[in-house]
């Protein structure tokens, strides 16, 4: 809740008629049933219904402008493109914005996106696959044989690659059959478990066959639309570089949570396969450096001084509590195995997020509706107030007032967990 001398009503209460069940804005699962939105499964999302829910519902308080900072896989985009309203994107992660790119050329031609496949089958018949070229990664989690296929498949889109809409869309196509394809445990979270095994992955034709099948029949069901195109703006959520001052007045999105995952890792198979990354180590550079620090590899010890961080003018209205949270974590990790940095991760994460809300407030219109779809956290079982402390950022940047809706717990189910503080995740609403 807003703190002393805010208003602390219940400002978006849930809307009349919504279908969409209360826990969808914090899940991407639903997604994987809905035309466009299945082509790729990125995990860090939410639901497509529900964004459109709240479109519909701010559609009658006048013209909407929408944005997503942190776009992904392009959700918001898409779910405003259907409902003719105009949407911005910002994507600092350089594969996720490609894929969202992607994802975006939708209403292009069908039937020349399966004449480019026709062509890159054609092609890759006649190639000879390489296989040993390929990392160790990419070596665990394909057979030689169906690795065989995916090279020659990978060389035939690159031999024949113009950055055409058609090309574009078989490169995804190539991209989501990777982990259906595996034999290895390439679970659609940011973990690839090479010693566990599928029961029954997919031969590659089959896989690529299905896939752009489904690709083509979304395409032609979608049509060319009559509404505006978004535009997808590769930057970074800190500054919205490339954003307009006052360009939209509805934000939905979910930024990062501070539970260090690493959304750098995430991508490692797919980059990987690719040839754009040889490993775990290429990932500070290629795209860990652009992304908002919320995991500790992030900050590893040394990078980054924690008491100059707390100092930042930007964590002003929050300093108090967390330099005694970030201390907490700095004494508990010495009694740790892995001593993992989330000391340095808590203040980085939070001044990064300051960030964000004033970068927000530039090119948000006055008024303006910012949904936060976030869950708290507990590092090393040291509870970090999220919500609260994202609410008070919000307010110091210039909104008048927030509210948290919780939509479900995590973190009850006791059993293999690191700790026991009960967590929760939900909607922040800030507005102003």
Known sequence: MAGDGYSQ????PAEEGAIVREAASTTFVDNMALPVHRWFRYSAGFSAQWVESV???TRPSGEVAVLDPFAGAGTT???????GVPAYGVEAHPFVLRIARAK????????AFLRRVARVKRLAQTLTAEVGEYPPLIRKCFTDDSLSYLDQLRRAWK???????ASQLVWLALVAILRPVSHAGTAPWQYVLPRKSKRAPLHPLAAFESMTAMIAADMRAAGTGNGPSALLVPSDARTCAG???QSANLVITSPPYANNYDYADATRLEMCFLREIDGWGDLQQAVRQHLVRSCSQHVPERAVDMEQLLSASE????????TGTCQQLASIRQQKGGKKTYHLMVAAYFLDLAMVWRALRRVCRRPSRVCFVVGDSAPYGIYVPVMEWLGRLALAAGFTAFEFEKTRDRN?????????VPLCEGRLWAQG
């Open 243 to 245: 954003m307009p001052d």
């Open 104 to 111: 975006l050329l939708y209403r292009s031609d069908p039937e």
């Open 159 to 165: 031999k024949t690659d113009d950055q055409s809409d």
């Open 77 to 83: 985009l898409i779910a405003a493109e259907k409902l």
């Open 9 to 12: 009503l219940l400002l978006f």
């Open 55 to 57: 479109i519909a519902n």
């Open 412 to 420: 009850v189910k006791w059993k293999n967990r690191k700790h026991r």
């Open 315 to 322: 964590l002003a209205v929050i300093r108090e509590e967390i």
